[in-house]
């Protein structure tokens, strides 16, 4: 039985008090502007960073993504975006009042001397419109409101910098400053670009967009920073005027300043609303059948002419963006809660994140038309390798797709699948990924999957059947049921006995032979297959298939039994280990039942005894363990208050104020200190609960 002193660790909360309310909790980092790859802007938090306290950060450990505001009311000047240092000038900082996020806002408010500055980040998820959702831009909205009840004079201010450009401050950025009667928008771009290129996780190539309505008296100007902020502090205007001695970023590190003028205000004022983007084209290299290399581009261009154009729809879409925004985030709440407090919590700050590291491509016709019937979606192995459509990063990320839109995870798998059923291509186990280098696409036929052969195929198989049962849509099982059945037998030769398979968790507790968990899955893929060729019409092979699962099941459990104890062991033989059988979640999600009640209980009531004060490790032999499978766990046990165990032990961890990285999957379970990987889209795993 759990001890009350670990049952208080367990419920405590974070360290230290803020000054400002935090709903639903203060997390290591807020998402401010989370849309793509590349662009993913952060607010650290740590144990509680106000957002005039730090420069917003790219996703990376320590790369900034510098981002300024500044409000000046009745002549008197406040920050309250950013950390800038100004020199001869010192505005005053505002006072934050609150903090909140939703699956899809991060909001803010806080008080500049007689109002109170309303700063909303939107990310919109709009997981069933590919154009919108392909977009790769997000909004800031800044609203004003008095609290005296007096008119006063209002002006307000933002700039980004060039180091949303590229990953290495020393390159050079050119950029241009254009206008129409309804936009006013700022490009900057690297001076020589690299297409298809990295450099600290950075693209080094496509252009950085920073925009806002041509209304509200609005002024604009590029420039050094400090000339561009004390010239708004001075005048509470801009001059519309643009440097063009284009330079290193981090030569007196050029800004990109746009300002309001909204003159006399006695109430709260509508938005001001401010859009950034990073845009890249094509997006990605993908190796297409016959092995060319095949150029896409992103979803949106099919509906649009030129980015002013997508820009000018983006920002007039702000009010129907946040009105689809708040009906998604009242449905994740809703949904969540019924759960409990603790997981809507983690489910939204999950959202952003996880969908932020996809995009949504189309390829051009023979005669140059977009081919919008020719839909790929990619997913970039953000914090682990950058690889693309990494098959155990999309499995574990998969039921946020399943939630949102089972379609967006089909046409993951469909880039994969393509791959391997061209005839160049290995057909006798699912790969580990489709290249090395995001963003290109360009797998060589290398063989190294074959030692991730049963972990790759079985999750393959897995997310395959459940879209098709969650959907009820079976053309991609038709399309490469041939290729699903070459890959069978991998599964019947090796998914009992593992032997020296590698798996998923290999990376963070170590190699281990004939792992328990592991053959789990192989099991399950086997049985999926059962499912698959039954829907297919091949009787024959799905009762075959069937009955070998239900043999494997049987000789895996005297197997994976512990001598000394009521648990399963890690890997065959070794009774005194054990481990997170969270791939026990697959037979729950395909509704399978394939293992029996008894194993569900047995491990239910063990987790109990070997949880720490952060939650249950991933095995015996360390004290690591993982957000995600410990979700996935939560959906596998057999009351209430283990499965509460899981939840509370994630959102302990995540406000416990030990970090200020982007929500990060591994962590000490002892002691709540997290691991290196931050912003990855595995925290899509969170959802697995509302899956099921």
Avoid at 641 to 649: G, P, Q, Y
Wanted: aromatic share 12%; hydrophobic share 40%; charged share 15%.
């Amino acid at each position: 039985m759990l001890s009350i002193c670990f049952l208080l660790a367990l419920f405590s909360t974070a360290r230290g008090t803020l000054d400002w309310t935090t709903t639903p909790f203060n997390p290591p980092s807020l998402p401010l502007a989370v849309r793509s790859p590349y662009l993913s802007a952060w607010l650290p938090q740590g144990n509680g960073t106000a957002l005039n306290s730090a420069w917003p950060s790219f996703w990376t450990r320590g790369s900034l993504a510098g981002w300024s505001g500044f409000i000046i009311v009745d002549g008197t000047a406040y920050n309250f975006l950013g950390a800038p240092y100004i020199g001869g000038s010192t505005p005053l900082k505002a006072v934050q009042r609150s903090s909140e996020f939703t699956a899809t806002q991060t909001i803010f408010v806080l008080s500049a001397g007689p109002v109170d500055v309303k700063v909303t980040f939107l990310s919109p998820i709009e997981a069933t419109d590919f154009v919108k959702q392909s977009i790769p831009f997000s909004y800031m909205a800044v609203s004003v409101i008095p609290t005296d009840g007096h008119s006063h004079i209002v002006q307000v201010y933002s700039d980004i910098t060039a180091e949303w450009t590229s990953g290495d401050d020393t390159k050079v950025v050119n950029w241009t400053t254009s206008t129409t009667t309804d936009v006013v928008t700022h490009q900057i771009q690297l001076e020589y670009p690299s297409p298809f290129s990295e450099v600290d996780n950075h693209a080094e190539y496509g252009s950085v967009f920073y925009s806002t309505s041509n209304a509200f008296n609005t002024t604009f100007q590029s420039g050094s920073h400090d000339d561009l902020r004390i010239q708004f502090l001075n005048n509470g205007r801009l001059p519309n005027s643009r440097d063009t001695a284009f330079r290193p970023i981090e030569d007196g590190w050029p800004v990109f300043g746009l300002a309001h003028d909204l003159g006399h205000i006695s109430g709260p004022t509508a938005p001001i609303v401010f859009s950034v983007g990073h845009v890249r084209d094509p997006v990605i290299r993908y190796i297409s059948p016959g092995g060319g290399i095949q150029a896409r581009s992103l979803y949106f261009w099919s509906h649009f002419l030129d980015i002013h154009d997508v820009i000018s729809f983006f920002l007039r879409d702000y009010h129907n963006a946040l009105s689809g925004a708040m009906l998604l985030d009242s449905r994740v709440q809703r949904d969540a809660q019924k759960i409990s407090t603790d997981y809507a919590a983690v489910v939204a700050l999950s959202l952003r994140q996880a969908i932020g590291a996809t995009e949504i491509t189309i390829s051009r016709s023979s005669d140059g038309s977009w081919n919008t019937s020719d839909v790929l979606v990619f997913q970039k192995d953000i914090s682990r390798d950058g690889s693309v459509n990494t098959v155990d990063t999309i499995f574990a990320t998969w039921p946020v797709f399943l939630y949102l839109n089972p379609t967006l995870g089909k046409y993951l798998l469909e880039g994969i699948l393509r791959y391997q059923a061209d005839e160049s291509h290995p057909k006798g186990w699912a790969v580990h990924d489709i290249g090395k280098n995001y963003p290109n696409a360009t797998k060589s036929n290398d063989l190294q999957d074959k030692a991730m052969r049963i972990e790759e195929t079985g999750n393959m198989l897995i997310m395959a059947l459940s879209y098709a049962q969650k959907y009820r849509d079976y053309t991609q099982l038709r399309r490469y049921g041939a290729l699903f059945d070459q890959w069978t037998p991998t599964l019947i030769n090796d998914s009992l006995i593992t032997g020296s398979q590698v798996t998923n968790d290999d990376p963070y507790t170590g190699h281990l032979p004939n792992r328990t968990n592991l053959a789990i899955k192989g099991i399950i893929g086997i049985k999926a297959m059962s499912l698959i060729t039954g829907i297919l019409g091949y009787e024959d092979k799905s009762s075959t298939y069937s009955e070998v699962a239900a043999r494997y099941v049987e000789h895996w459990q005297a197997l994976s039994a512990s001598s000394i104890g009521q648990h399963l062991t890690l890997n065959y033989g070794n009774s005194s280990s054990w481990g997170l059988t969270y791939n026990l979640y697959a037979d729950k999600l395909l509704k399978l039942n394939l293992f029996p009640e008894s194993v569900y209980k047995m491990q239910t009531e063990w987790y109990k005894t070997v949880a720490l004060p952060f939650g249950v490790p991933l095995d015996s032999r360390l004290t690591y363990t993982k957000t995600d499978w410990q979700i996935w766990a939560a959906g596998t046990v057999t009351d209430i208050a283990t499965r509460d165990l899981f939840i509370a032990s994630v959102k302990k961890y995540a406000a416990a104020g030990f970090s200020d990285q982007p929500f990060g999957d591994l962590y000490d379970a002892n002691n709540g200190t997290a691991g290196d990987f931050r912003a990855r889209p595995v925290v899509g795993g969170h959802l697995a609960l509302l899956v099921l």
